[in-house]
Nanobody
Framework: QVQLVESGGGLVQAGGSLRLSCAAS????????AGWFRQAPGKEREFVAA????????SYADSVKGRFTISRDNAKNTLYLQMTSLKPEDTAVYYC??????????????WGQGTQVTVSS
């Protein structure tokens, strides 16, 4: 069992930056792929980024490529999402996920409770 707790969300102006963190419990986190999804009001949850257990394989949604960076520190059981050049359309609840892969939320087993990111224009 893995428990995930996100932090770092908030209100930021367009063009600004935020760094999200996801603290994982359990010694098995380092053996799982981990990722970030987001969900805006009235929309489905969508894939943002993922990184493999060893960190060598990284995947980004086209909408965030070049602006967001996913990283992980397995020694600290923590996943990060560095977000730069934020846009109002990035406004959403951001969720951390683990043990899975791909853009389909149904293919991921563990989820955090989410952290709100609001980008003002």
């Amino acid at each position: 069992q893995v428990q995930l707790v996100e932090s770092g969300g908030g209100l930021v102006q367009a063009g600004g930056s935020l760094r999200l963190s996801c603290a994982a419990s359990g010694r098995t986190f380092s053996s799982y792929g981990a990722g970030w999804f987001r969900q805006a009001p009235g929309k489905e949850r969508e894939f943002v980024a993922a990184r493999s257990s060893g960190g060598a394989t990284i995947s980004y949604a086209d909408s965030v490529k070049g602006r967001f960076t996913i990283s992980r520190d397995n020694a600290k059981n923590t996943l990060y999402l560095q977000m730069t050049s934020l846009k109002p359309e990035d406004t959403a609840v951001y969720y951390c996920s683990a043990r899975g892969w791909g853009t389909d939320p149904g293919r991921w087993d563990y989820w955090g409770q989410g952290t709100q990111v609001t980008v003002s224009s």
